[in-house]
Structure formats: C-alpha cells, structure tokens
C-alpha cells in the first residue's frame, strides 16, 4: 500500500513538473525486491527483500556523461522454511546487511560503465531480524524463528563494476553484453549476461536502462520518451557469499551453508521513462544457490524521479 501510494506521488509531482523547463541534473531513486510481489504475499525466503534509496547527481565535466551517487542499502536473507526452529533443517543462514554504496558511472551511447564501493555492517546490528520480525507481526504473517542463528556482526567493504555495450541493433531491436564483478567482505562474484530489449529506446547515455536520464531540460510533453520490454541471462561464478558462508571478519558464525559456485541469473521486465519520472517492474529468477535448496523468484520496482 505504502508503496501504490509513493508510485501515486511521484507520479502526480512529474506531471506538475512538466511545465517549467527546469533542467533536470540530480534524482532520487526508490528500489524495492521482495519475493512477496510475485503476487505470493506468504512466500518469504532466500533474498526475502532488499529497500534500496539512491540520490544520484549528473557530471557534465569531460567528454562523457558522469553520473555520481550514494546510496542507502538494506537487505534480509532467510531459509526456505522460516517456521523452523531445528537449526540443522536450514538450507540458508538467517543474514542481515546495512550499507552504503558510493558509485561513479560512464556513458556514452553505445556502453555504460560503473564502479562502486560499498561500507557496512552485517549481524544484528544490520537490524534485519526487528524489521522483519516486525513487519510480519504487523500483518500477521509467519514469525522467523531462526534469527538467533544469524551471520555474526562483521564489516562490509565490497568493490562493484559494470560494464554493458552494444552488441547488435536492428531498428527496434537491440542486444547488449553486460559484464559485473564483485570482490570484499560480502561478495565475490563474476556475471556475464546477453540483455535483449524491445521497444522505443534511446542510447545508452540516455536510457532508462542503465538510469542515464539525467542531464536533459524538462519536456513539457507526457508522453512517455522510453517503452521498454527487455530481458536478460547470463551464468555466475560465486567465488564467496558471506549470506552462505559466513563472515570473513569476527567470530564464526554458528549456521553457515555451502555454495553453488556456478548459478544462473534472469530476468524479464518493463520500463517507462518520462521526461523527469521513470518506473522499473522487473522480475528475477535465480538458480540454487546453496546445496540442498532450490531455485528463487523475485520482483523488484524501482521509481526514479529528477529535478
């Protein structure tokens, strides 16, 4: 609900916008990933949810468009089961993380490149346990009985890097290779993904795709600029996943799982992109990542809005 009505707001304050010609070089983006919008409000595992809350600012110094940000991050990963309370019927540690991420991106119009550095906490003091616990009371769904078992309290210093450039474009057709790679304290991983879209596109530097929209005046038209059908797979390799295998850093943590190293990413969605609001609906699959689980779907909705 909380989220229809922040979608509404937004919405409402793009339109009211429209008229002034502004030019629009900062934006605030609002993402939200939980397996309860599957349309399954009940189901709650794995990546159960991820808020992430981003201010981003566009740099028109040098010869490509710069766009700097910060973000805020929380996540909450669980087992399958979250009744449970037999530690050893687990197939996922309980895991919680706070952070924030600084990023820098590149674009021109055939490629996009970003970097990214993310410091944090993960354990209790991430406050995954109160905040789920706590949102499932208030709409009385199951408890998550495994929290005491959680990845110990343990610093995140992670490193980011994306990559994607054009492969083939064929009037309204376009096909992209899209590289990323993680290394720290809370993820190591390479991934490398085939993304196909379909629709009204622009390039790469100015697309809802990779949140290039910046750096433009206010259009007076509502009409959208981009309609966008996309989707995209790719393997990837999971050198470490401290959410599996517990932290690097501190004490040992007392439930810890082993990985897949080799998993399967995809994901299907849709994008709109007006002259200074844009709505992401993407929905994810993931396959097994720790042995003796099974695969995971998600939805995630992200909301940009530029002033």
């Not at 085939?194 to 949140?211: I, P």
């Not at 995809?266 to 929905?283: E, K, Q």
Request: glycine content about 8%; proline content about 3%; cysteine-free.
């Amino acid at each position: 609900m909380r989220l229809l009505l922040l979608i509404h707001i937004l919405f409402i304050s793009n339109l009211l916008a429209a008229q002034n010609g502004r030019y629009l070089d900062r934006e605030i983006q609002i993402e939200a990933d939980n397996d309860a919008f599957t349309l399954n409000v009940y189901l709650d595992k794995y990546y159960s949810q991820g808020s992430y809350g981003r201010y981003r600012v566009v740099d028109t110094t040098g010869h490509m468009k710069k766009v700097k940000s910060i973000a805020l991050n929380h996540r909450i990963f669980t087992p399958q089961y979250i009744w449970l309370t037999d530690v050893e019927q687990f197939d996922r540690p309980y895991a919680g993380q706070l952070s924030v991420t600084g990023a820098l991106a590149y674009y021109d119009k055939r490629s996009a490149v970003e970097y990214g550095l993310e410091l944090g906490v993960m354990g209790k003091a991430s406050l995954a346990e109160p905040i789920q616990t706590g949102w499932h009371d208030i709409f009385g769904m199951t408890k998550p009985e495994g929290w005491e078992y959680q990845i110990n309290n343990s610093p995140i210093i992670n490193g980011y890097l994306k990559y994607a450039h054009l492969l083939v474009r064929a009037g309204n057709v376009q096909i992209l290779s899209e590289s990323n790679a993680a290394a720290g304290t809370a993820f190591t991983f390479a991934r490398q993904e085939v993304v196909l879209r379909l629709g009204k596109f622009n390039d790469l530097d100015n697309s809802v795709l990779y949140g290039s929209n910046l750096g433009h005046k206010q259009r007076k038209s509502k009409e959208t600029v981009e309609t966008i059908i996309f989707g995209a797979i790719g393997p990837e390799y999971v050198f470490y996943n401290s959410t599996i295998e517990g932290n690097l850093i501190g004490p040992e943590s007392v439930h810890t799982e082993e990985i897949v190293p080799l998993v399967w990413q995809g994901r299907v969605g849709a994008m709109f992109a007006w002259s200074s609001f844009d709505l992401a609906l993407i929905y994810y699959y993931q396959s097994v990542e720790t042995v003796g689980a099974v695969d995971h779907k998600y939805v995630g909705i992200r909301l940009s809005q530029r002033f």
